[in-house]
């Protein structure tokens, strides 16, 4: 306050009164010492960028190198930190056995799609900085001893959202798994239906989940994984029809947010309500895999499935 009413005199606005109260030279040099003690303590802050992370639960400063011999998850607490499509599938496959699919499919802009700015500048922006033409990366492969179909959605490409080209990369694999006989694994992450295709992200769910009824009926396992997060329209359509649902820990998992179902119920909503673990307690999945763990625990089921899918085959034959 005493600054303020010496700056507007200091001003001129008040010539005729003289400055009664000037303030106390001991307050000046306060107010010239604080911002000296803060660029002091923004100096000792300053870590060189791209060498650590800090972990968001446990506030552990991780060592990045550290972090992605990890496969991105916090040594400490366990953590697990958002990864690339192409880093995920490098974790799961065998080396040199990811024959991509339909690698170049790009999306078109149909609606002529304006916001902020154009879908079709979008497009390119997350085409440059992703390095990926859409949101979702889908191959054959093998895992352990087994060939298998892998799709690995990408968060960082437009929030993992589903478009036409999410949706028929997804469809061409499933119908691939089906002629070859072969399983297939779904890695979702999703914010959902591609907005800026409006309807036609839309009609990607039952597309979608009417190959891998084609593919359920050819007697195929299909494996969902979700992990974080997982929601709207991809959760609404093939990410929850897995003959087998597994997420990984502390992913959040569900159809509309929380604020939105809070809203509309106006009820108070449980304690980790959305995450995989509630939704393992309650039923909706069938296990929480950690990310290190799940090259292993997708060999095993995959041997599971299979085994039980030849001695099903024998006995009906
Ligand atoms: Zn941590």
């Known amino acids: 306050m005493a600054t303020t009413s010496?700056?507007?005199?200091s001003l001129g606005l008040e010539t005729t009164e003289p400055?009664?109260?000037?303030?106390?030279?001991?307050?000046?040099?306060?107010?010239?010492k604080k911002p000296k003690l803060g660029s002091a303590k923004s100096k000792k802050k300053d870590i060189p960028e791209g060498l650590?992370?800090?972990?968001?639960?446990?506030?552990?400063?991780?060592?990045?190198?550290?972090?992605d011999e990890n496969l991105k998850v916090c040594p400490r607490c366990q953590f697990h930190f958002p990864i690339g499509a192409r880093e995920r599938i490098h974790s799961l496959v065998e080396t040199c056995t990811f024959e991509e699919l339909n690698a170049d499919m790009t999306s078109v802009d149909v609606l002529q799609f304006t916001g902020v700015t154009s879908y079709t500048n979008k497009l390119a922006e997350y085409?440059?900085?992703?390095?990926?033409?859409?949101?979702?990366?889908?191959?054959?492969?093998?895992?352990?001893?087994?060939?298998?179909?892998l799709g690995v959605m990408d968060f960082s490409f437009l929030g993992g959202s589903m478009g036409s080209v999410v949706g028929e990369k997804l469809t061409r694999l499933i119908e691939k798994a089906t002629e070859k006989n072969l399983p297939i694994i779904i890695i979702s992450t999703s914010g959902g239906a591609r907005m800026y295709e409006g309807m036609f992200s839309l009609m990607q769910m039952a597309k979608t989940c009417g190959a891998l009824a084609y593919h359920a009926e050819a007697k195929l396992p299909y494996i969902s994984v979700l992990t974080h997060p997982t929601t709207a329209g991809v959760m609404a359509s093939y990410a929850s029809v897995g003959d087998l649902i597994i997420a990984e820990p502390?992913?959040?998992i569900g159809f509309a947010g929380p604020r939105v179902i809070k809203d509309t119920t106006q009820a108070e909503l449980p304690p980790g309500f959305q995450t995989a673990e509630f939704l393992l307690d309650h039923g909706l999945i069938d296990a929480i895999v950690s990310r290190k763990?799940?090259?292993?625990?997708?060999?095993?089921?995959?041997?599971?499935?299979t085994h039980s899918r030849k001695a099903a085959v024998a006995a009906a034959s």
């Open 6 to 9: 010496f700056t507007k005199k």
């Open 19 to 32: 400055a009664v109260t000037p303030p106390p030279a001991t307050t000046t040099t306060t107010f010239t």
């Open 52 to 67: 650590w992370t800090k972990c968001p639960k446990c506030s552990t400063m991780v060592f990045d190198k550290e972090l």
């Open 127 to 149: 085409q440059k900085s992703t390095g990926s033409k859409d949101a979702v990366i889908t191959g054959l492969c093998k895992i352990g001893e087994h060939r298998a179909a």
């Open 250 to 252: 502390g992913a959040m």
């Open 293 to 305: 763990e799940m090259k292993q625990q997708l060999t095993d089921y995959l041997s599971f499935m």
